[in-house]
């Protein structure tokens, strides 16, 4: 049924203070283009996994979902079905089956009913306006004054990490991995509003795959900028992204930041180790002779960061379930290594068995008719009664330099901190390029 157009972030809002399980698959504050899904849900233990994917050809008439689960997949539960050791895991894969929700064509303005028309949230007044950029600026602008209130503290300092990396780069040396990505947590103790600090996320860094989903009094803050598998009309795609710069200050800078990403050849190998992986993956659920390369080192800018992202598709197998496909593809290898199960395996042992949580996993949906959409969890906010756990980390290669990896770390991870009200630790900081030599390496 379609509705006339309304307030997302009102919604939000009103959903969240009545609903203990919402979600918000969030196309980003100002979008002009894709979907946002915005409703509730019961929680599934079976989940989605046994939906075959969609085979029909995609139709231009409606929303790519609407009726089916959402959810995420955690990293040690993935790294577990691999065969990989992993920490034990903090609560495991959640999924809501939905029951009540709307979506937005932000290409038309125009909001589809799709379930349960009893809704009360669903007569809310209220119109679309986040496409105003007057008032784009001047919410970025409040929000950008938001003062911290609290440090975070680190899973690993800054020369703990830097250790990490020396042994990353050991291990390539000997050939036991070409790529790992190294990860660390930043923790903020206490309680915290998690509506609120999304609206703080995803005001200063929209996201084309942001999202907001609570399951069973977890909380998951996104504002993912990648695309892990896109399924529709039998194509499975996947966007993984390798490579990042921060922002400029001026145009003249931030242009020369993007170049510089592009002609990097460190950033350039990492980004194509991953496709290959990728390819691989898909290979394993794909027809023969059908995976292919659509984009190669694109960049792609955020409100943060420049990122290296690539494009990788294939045509599915008769019969593919969304188990199959995790079982070949999960976790992403943006966010293992290569090779994946020997990486997995180097970087449990590297970050000391610390969990990584739904950080480094995937969330987004599965619709009942096998359409998949679903982001990696970076960039990313997970919510608890206890605290709130930012992860960040970046891909360790042979030419890694460990001043630009940790410089990377605090750029990922200063965002989503910010949107708790937090600050790096002191540390964390400092512009380790600036402060540490460059070694030499032979």
């Given at each position: 049924?379609?509705?006339?157009r309304f307030d997302l972030q009102q919604r939000f809002r009103a959903l969240a203070a009545e609903h203990a399980n919402v979600f918000w698959l969030d196309a980003g504050a100002g979008a002009a283009e894709g979907w946002s899904f915005l409703g509730t849900g019961l929680p599934d233990a079976g989940g989605p996994g046994h939906v075959r994917l969609d085979v029909t050809v995609a139709s231009d008439d409606g929303p790519p979902f609407r009726n089916g689960w959402i959810g995420w997949l955690d990293y040690e539960s993935g790294a577990q079905r691999a065969g990989a050791p992993a920490a034990a895991s903090e609560g495991g894969p959640a999924w809501l089956r939905v029951t009540s929700a709307v979506a937005v064509d932000h290409s038309s303005g125009a909001v589809w009913q799709l379930q349960d028309a009893e809704s009360e949230?669903?007569?809310?007044?209220?119109?679309?306006?986040?496409?105003?950029?007057?008032?784009?600026?001047?919410?970025?602008?409040?929000?950008?004054?938001?003062?911290?209130?609290?440090?975070?503290?680190?899973?690993?300092?800054?020369?703990?990490?830097?250790?990490?990396?020396?042994?990353?780069?050991?291990?390539?040396?000997?050939?036991?991995?070409?790529?790992?990505?190294?990860?660390?947590?930043?923790?903020?103790?206490?309680?915290?509003?998690?509506?609120?600090?999304?609206?703080?996320?995803?005001?200063?860094?929209?996201?084309?795959?942001?999202?907001?989903?609570?399951?069973?009094?977890?909380?998951?803050?996104?504002?993912?900028?990648?695309?892990?598998?896109?399924?529709?009309?039998?194509?499975?795609?996947?966007?993984?992204?390798?490579?990042?710069?921060?922002?400029?200050?001026?145009?003249?800078?931030?242009?020369?930041?993007?170049?510089?990403?592009?002609?990097?050849?460190?950033?350039?190998?990492?980004?194509?180790?991953?496709?290959?992986?990728?390819?691989?993956?898909?290979?394993?659920?794909?027809?023969?002779?059908?995976?292919?390369?659509?984009?190669?080192?694109?960049?792609?800018?955020?409100?943060?960061?420049?990122?290296?992202?690539?494009?990788?598709?294939?045509?599915?197998?008769?019969?593919?379930?969304?188990?199959?496909?995790?079982?070949?593809?999960?976790?992403?290898?943006?966010?293992?290594?290569?090779?994946?199960?020997?990486?997995?395996?180097?970087?449990?042992?590297?970050?000391?068995?610390?969990?990584?949580?739904?950080?480094?996993?995937?969330?987004?949906?599965?619709?009942?008719?096998?359409?998949?959409?679903?982001?990696?969890?970076?960039?990313?906010?997970?919510?608890?009664?206890?605290?709130?756990?930012?992860?960040?980390?970046?891909?360790?290669?042979?030419?890694?330099?460990?001043?630009?990896?940790?410089?990377?770390?605090?750029?990922?991870?200063?965002?989503?901190?910010?949107?708790?009200?937090?600050?790096?630790?002191?540390?964390?900081?400092?512009?380790?390029?600036?402060?540490?030599?460059?070694?030499?390496?032979?």
């Open positions: 049924m379609l509705r006339e949230w669903l007569r809310l007044p209220g119109s679309v306006s986040e496409r105003s950029e007057t008032k784009r600026v001047e919410r970025a602008e409040r929000v950008e004054t938001f003062t911290p209130t609290a440090t975070a503290s680190a899973r690993h300092t800054p020369d703990e990490y830097a250790d990490l990396i020396e042994r990353c780069r050991h291990a390539i040396r000997a050939g036991d991995a070409y790529q790992l990505c190294l990860t660390t947590r930043f923790d903020v103790p206490g309680a915290h509003d998690p509506v609120d600090a999304y609206i703080r996320l995803r005001e200063t860094t929209p996201a084309h795959h942001g999202g907001f989903v609570r399951i069973g009094g977890r909380a998951l803050l996104s504002a993912s900028p990648e695309t892990f598998l896109h399924a529709s009309g039998g194509v499975i795609r996947t966007r993984p992204i390798k490579g990042t710069r921060p922002r400029g200050a001026d145009a003249a800078s931030d242009a020369a930041l993007a170049a510089e990403l592009l002609a990097s050849p460190k950033e350039r190998a990492e980004n194509v180790m991953i496709v290959d992986l990728m390819r691989n993956d898909l290979s394993q659920v794909c027809r023969p002779g059908s995976i292919h390369v659509d984009a190669l080192w694109a960049v792609e800018s955020y409100p943060a960061v420049h990122q290296l992202v690539s494009t990788v598709r294939g045509v599915a197998v008769e019969g593919l379930t969304t188990e199959a496909l995790w079982d070949a593809a999960f976790p992403a290898g943006s966010m293992t290594g290569a090779p994946k199960l020997s990486a997995m395996t180097l970087l449990h042992a590297f970050e000391a068995g610390g969990p990584r949580g739904i950080y480094s996993g995937c969330f987004g949906y599965v619709g009942a008719d096998g359409a998949v959409d679903l982001a990696m969890v970076i960039r990313s906010i997970v919510v608890d009664d206890a605290h709130a756990v930012v992860g960040a980390g970046g891909g360790i290669t042979w030419g890694s330099i460990a001043a630009d990896e940790i410089d990377e770390v605090a750029t990922k991870a200063r965002a989503p901190l910010a949107a708790l009200g937090a600050e790096l630790p002191e540390a964390w900081r400092r512009r380790r390029s600036d402060i540490l030599e460059v070694p030499d390496f032979p």
